[in-house]
T-cell receptor, first 114, second 116 residues
Framework: KAGVTQTPRYLIKTRGQQVTLSCSPI?????VSWYQQTPGQGLQFLFE???????NKGNFPGRFSGRQFSNSRSEMNVSTLELGDSALYLC?????????????FGQGTRLTVV | AQSVSQHNHHVILSEAASLELGCNYS??????LFWYVQYPGQHLQLLLKYFSGDPLVKGIKGFEAEFIKSKFSFNLRKPSVQWSDTAEYFC??????????????FGRGTSLIVHP
């Protein structure tokens, strides 16, 4: 069974640009969550999608957005990039969002904003 | 809302030393608890999880964790660490229900370095 796949693995962007990251969940998983990981801050929750609907959103500005397609693949977009957006962006998929389901993580996309 | 605290941000040990990493959470209702590990250059993977029952849970690679409800804690332990345990460790807690789902809240992580 293939794991969670994130593309691209690395990105370098300039301040003010926008970027789109992609996540393909494990087959059969309908919930996709996105996290921002920075040193010392751990994993900060961005948003969760389930069956193409955003079900939860973290405390991030509106420049961060996402969507989910009918095949459960998800994309996140960051517009007007800032230096502080440099981070590892992780995608996690699970069967659903209930209490007992385990989240499976991709290797992440390392975004560097210069 | 839920918050998760990991008290040790950086831990340096020699091989064969014992390990205990602290994790405390704030929400007093029903929770499920997880420890994840992130080896250098690899994705986060599950070490162990607690849903209910025996509060002492065993995970992969000789790790175990104890859930103490009265202390809102879920500490990770390993009796004898190896160089290959060098990694970042994250505690995660699910609960309460938010927006129709349980979103895991993660601690800030503990960086463990084991010297051979």
């Amino acid at each position: 069974k293939a794991g969670v796949t994130q593309t691209p693995r690395y990105l370098i962007k300039t301040r003010g640009q926008q970027v789109t990251l992609s996540c393909s969940p494990i087959s059969g998983h309908r919930s996709v969550s996105w996290y921002q990981q920075t040193p010392g801050q751990g994993l900060q929750f961005l948003f969760e999608y389930f069956s193409e609907t955003q079900r939860n959103k973290g405390n991030f500005p509106g420049r961060f957005s996402g969507r989910q397609f009918s095949n459960s693949r998800s994309e996140m977009n960051v517009s007007t990039l800032e230096l502080g957006d440099s981070a590892l962006y992780l995608c996690a998929s699970s069967l659903g969002g209930n209490l007992k389901t385990e989240a499976f993580f991709g290797q992440g996309t390392r975004l560097t904003v210069v | 809302a839920q918050s998760v605290s990991q008290h040790n941000h950086h831990v340096i040990l020699s091989e064969a030393a014992s390990l205990e990493l602290g994790c405390n959470y704030s929400y007093g209702g029903t929770v499920n608890l997880f420890w994840y590990v992130q080896y250098p250059g690899q994705h986060l993977q599950l070490l162990l999880k607690y849903f209910s029952g025996d509060p002492l849970v065993k995970g992969i690679k000789g790790f175990e964790a104890e859930f103490i409800k009265s202390k809102f804690s879920f500490n990770l332990r390993k009796p004898s660490v190896q160089w290959s345990d060098t990694a970042e460790y994250f505690c995660a807690v699910k609960g309460p229900l938010t927006g129709g789902s349980y979103i895991p809240t993660f601690g800030r992580g503990t960086s463990l370095i084991v010297h051979p």
